[in-house]
């Protein structure tokens, strides 16, 4: 009975939330006294997993899985689970591995708990914390069915370097042609920015930016702190920036290590979203914005003045520092 | 086209969370509750299925007799039929085998839920529901057209969009994007009184386990006090992000 995590890869190299829930399953199996097995589809080198505590790794290498399938990925994480007999089974909350989780669930007739930002608070029964109310609350949830799913929220864990030796066997799902009944068309992605969701930085615009025109500021920011870009709710809806920079109760949650928010006068909807990232920053030039009771370190200022500051700032902190 | 919108009934997006019963019950006290905003964008993008392609539209809630404010309200912004399925949500598990009866004795060809609710924030109704019955799924999904049997459906990725087609019946996990959020619509005079004399049907749950159960609520920890640094010296902003906070 070993832990089973699920390590989701891009263009076969494991992305940074995999080594993430490596991690947290290590912790966990800790906890159990057992081990981790991973599942990889067409993955990374398994080398990279067992510096975070993964002893084995089942590799599917199959062509029919090089476009992502909810269904059929879903399938082979759970033949998977079923023969390594595996009791608890880690997923991380990227959009694919959240698409996956819910199928992955019922095909398991596993409880599944989303959002979890800790180790379990027990182990028998298996009770875990995490995020409701869009981060205004968490939840501690305990998981009844034989086999239990815990989604971990991004960036909660971290990653927790943990050597051990790694072996790794080759694994052949079956696979139903009725798990392919969503054929992908397109994928529109920009390949050289940093997504939301994996970013360890955001840097957020709201309406003190007074107009479209003005986001290189943003954008030169960003760049300067390898950052993603995001924006409040009036911007996108004003069509300033498109929707899938929206950050907030409605649009995207935000949990980075550091959020700067310009000109976001913070309303609450926006707060809850982005209130999992660990350290906020907020440059606004209204001392009353709601914004500043929510961060940690402040600015009251004109951004059109300050940010051109900080970016000039920061390159010359970041060349001292290189 | 047969079209079922799935809607939570939740407390509207500005309410303060407060806990009750030693921290294990939500206290609804002063609490006004709405459609989940996310299932509000499928209800509109249901709509336009309704007035352009002659679809018929239902909506279903598990829920108790408190929620049915909420299913009316959807009802006069359009909706044919509504269906309470009489009982508590306790999880995802038991909600989404509640649903999948209701869909397979409805027949319906699409289902559109909220990717996920503002209370609980699950994430897993849709995909629950999907796998109960077989039907093909995509979720986060931006963009919804159908054309005959068949669906493109557009989702949200990590850092983009993708794009798929799908055969009907066709289950959607949906958010902000199905339509705009200049879109949604104010329920008129008319569209109430409509409402009122609309069927809402109450059926009564079929036995479902519970997978999970939530023991225990907790706020988070009250912020300490920001820490202002004159904007004449962002140097101290830097010093302060790389010494004390170490995040750059």
Known sequence: MSVLVYTESENGVFKKGALEVASYAKGVADMLGTSVTAISINGGASDELGLYGVEKVLEVKEDKLTAFNAKAYASVIQQAVQQEGAKVVIISSSADSKFIAPLLSVYLTAGYVSNVVALPESTSPIKVKRTAFTNKAFNSTEISSDVKLIGLSNNAYGLKENSVTVSSEGFTPTLSDEDFGVQIESVDKATDKVSIADAEIVVSGGRGLKGPENWGLIEELADVLGAATACSKPVSDMGWRPHAEHVGQTGKPVASNLYIAIGVSGAIQHLAGINASKVKVVINNDPEAPFFKAADYGIVGDAFEVVPKLIEKLKEFKSNNA | ?248
């Open chain 2, 1 to 248: 086209m047969k079209i079922l919108v799935c809607i939570s009934h939740v407390p509207d997006t500005t309410s303060k969370i407060n806990f009750t019963d030693g921290d294990t019950k939500f206290d609804t006290n002063g609490v006004q509750f709405v459609i989940n905003p996310n299932d509000e964008f499928g209800l509109t993008r249901a709509m336009w299925f309704k007035e352009k392609q002659g679809a018929s539209v239902d909506v279903v809630n598990v829920g108790g007799a408190e929620t049915e404010p909420t299913l009316r309200k959807a009802l006069a912004i359009g909706a044919d039929n509504a269906i309470r399925v009489n009982a508590e949500a306790t999880d995802g598990f038991f909600v989404a085998n509640q649903l999948a009866k209701v869909v397979k004795d409805g027949g319906y060809d699409l289902v559109i839920a909220g990717r996920e609710s503002i209370d609980y924030n699950g994430g897993m109704v849709p995909g629950m529901l999907a796998a109960l019955t077989g039907a093909n799924f995509v979720n986060t999904c931006i963009g919804l057209e159908v054309e005959g049997d068949t669906a493109t459906a557009t989702r949200e990725i990590d850092g983009g969009k993708e794009t798929s087609k799908a055969k009907l019946p066709l289950i959607i996990g949906g958010q902000k994007g199905l339509v705009a959020e200049s879109d949604l619509r104010i329920p008129n005079m008319r569209g109430i009184m409509m409402a009122r004399k609309k069927p809402l049907t109450v059926v009564d749950p079929i036995d479902a386990s519970q997978e999970t159960k939530t023991v225990h609520f907790q706020k988070p920890e009250p912020k300490g006090a920001v820490t202002l640094v004159d904007s004449e010296n962002v140097d101290q902003l830097i010093s302060l992000l790389h010494n004390e906070a170490k995040v750059i």
